[in-house]
Structure formats: C-alpha cells, structure tokens
Nanobody
Framework: QVQLMESGGGLVQPGGSLRLSCTAS????????MGWFRQAPGKEREVVAS????????YYEDSVKGRFTISRDNAKKAAYLQMTTLKPEDTGVYYC?????????????????WGQGTQITVSS
C-alpha cells in the first residue's frame, strides 16, 4: 500500500523557519509529481508547491514564492518543504501528496495519495 507521512510541523514565531519532510513507501518517487498543500480553518485546501518527478519543473503559490522551497530525494523516497520568513497567514494543516505522471501539476483533486497532515502554527 502507498503511504505518505509528514513530519516537522509545530509552533513558530512570525519570521521563523520550519522544514517539513514527507517520506513515502509503496511508490517509485521519480515517476510521481510531489506536492505540498495546506488548509487553514474555514478555507479550502490550496496548493503550496509542487515538483515534477525529475525535479526539473516546480510550481509555487504566489504568496510563498521566495520564502518556501520544495525539494526531493527520490532515492530516499522523500520530499521536503523548507519554509522561511513564516507569516501568521501560513498557519494551517500541511499535507504531502503524490500523483503518478511525468509533468508537474498543482490541483489537489488530481493527486492520488495523501499523508495525514501536520499542523503549522505561526503566532507570536
């Protein structure tokens, strides 16, 4: 069975940094687009960043460009999200997701596999 597991969430002050990790099992990571999504209370799930299986193409939501970086290590079946200069509006549950395919995508409904999520709270 395919399993994704996020880790690294927590409470940080505005301007701080966090690094999220996603470990995968049951899939070959280099044939999957990996994505990070988040959902704030009262809002719909939205894409944060995604990366093609080869790592050659990425997508970032406008509000995180220049602050967040998505990366992957296919040999380790892991994806990462480095978050810097965190803002209160970054607060939410962050999810790792995977979608079989060769091109980068960033629509939540198109992703097949999901982790359980990890809470990020940015507050002073």
């Amino acid at each position: 069975q395919v399993q994704l597991m996020e880790s690294g969430g927590g409470l940080v002050q505005p301007g701080g940094s966090l690094r999220l990790s996603c470990t995968a099992s049951g899939i070959t990571l280099d044939t999957n687009t990996m994505g990070w999504f988040r959902q704030a209370p009262g809002k719909e799930r939205e894409v944060v960043a995604s990366m093609s299986g080869s790592g050659g193409a990425t997508y970032y939501e406008d509000s995180v460009k220049g602050r967040f970086t998505i990366s992957r290590d296919n040999a380790k079946k892991a994806a990462y999200l480095q978050m810097t200069t965190l803002k209160p509006e970054d607060t939410g549950v962050y999810y790792c997701a995977a979608r079989p395919g060769v091109g980068v995508v960033h629509v939540a409904e198109w992703f097949n596999y999901w982790g359980q999520g990890t809470q990020i709270t940015v507050s002073s």
